[in-house]
């Protein structure tokens, strides 16, 4: 799957995995969740106090509600022609990928919402996914994150950053030297939003799923304590 969380149009998260694409060897380092510790969740605020705060996906989370913000994110990919797997699919695979991995959302105060918060963001690090992707994710010191996005309202105000840090902390956590996402190759918008960001390519993939190339970034992370 990949990432696409450009700042004009669509959500980083593409990763395009039919299947949640993490496609990585998941022996070595990417073993099952289970074996790694789950984070204590401390909400991650922006420097201005704004309501917005990172936080892991629960049971009380709608499902739909997230599928259509991927769809409203990635619109601007669709109406370039390309059909990213976020911008195109199912409740059952949004729910199948948000639990195949450590699934992240922003989310904003909203009294008039059922659970008093709404989603205006998400990024799934970690996707465990049936389908072998490109070699560079089968590395053991290579982690991952697809299925990134924002809400195209309010686009440009940090949430992006925010999401991105947590992916790279929890990565760094984990163990890893590298974090790579798949992203459509076409969206030269969004390749400079990423290489702003310190990531690079590596390589050219090409998914099953999709009608385009995908390019292959990763960006080596800092070592913890250091």
Known sequence: MEANVPWYHSALGTRHSALGTRHSALGTRHSALGHRAMPYDRPVMPADASPIHIRLLSHRDSIPEITNLLHRAYAGQVAMGLQPLAGRQDDETTERRCYSGECYLAVERDLKHHIGEKIVGI????????????????????????????????????????????????????????????????????????????????????????????????????????
């Open 123 to 226: 990024i799934l690090f970690h996707e465990e996914e049936a389908d072998q992707g490109p070699p560079w994710f089968q590395k053991s010191f290579v982690d991952s994150f697809s299925q990134f996005a924002v809400d195209p309202l309010i686009q440009g105000k940090g949430i992006g950053r925010m999401l991105l840090d947590k992916a790279e902390q929890r990565a760094a956590e984990c163990g890893a030297a590298e974090l790579a996402l798949s992203m459509a190759d076409p969206d030269r918008g969004l390749m400079e939003f990423y290489l702003k960001r310190g990531y690079r390519l590596i390589e050219s993939w090409q998914w099953s799923y999709t009608n385009y190339r995908s390019a292959i970034l990763s960006k080596t992370l800092k070592q913890m304590g250091l």
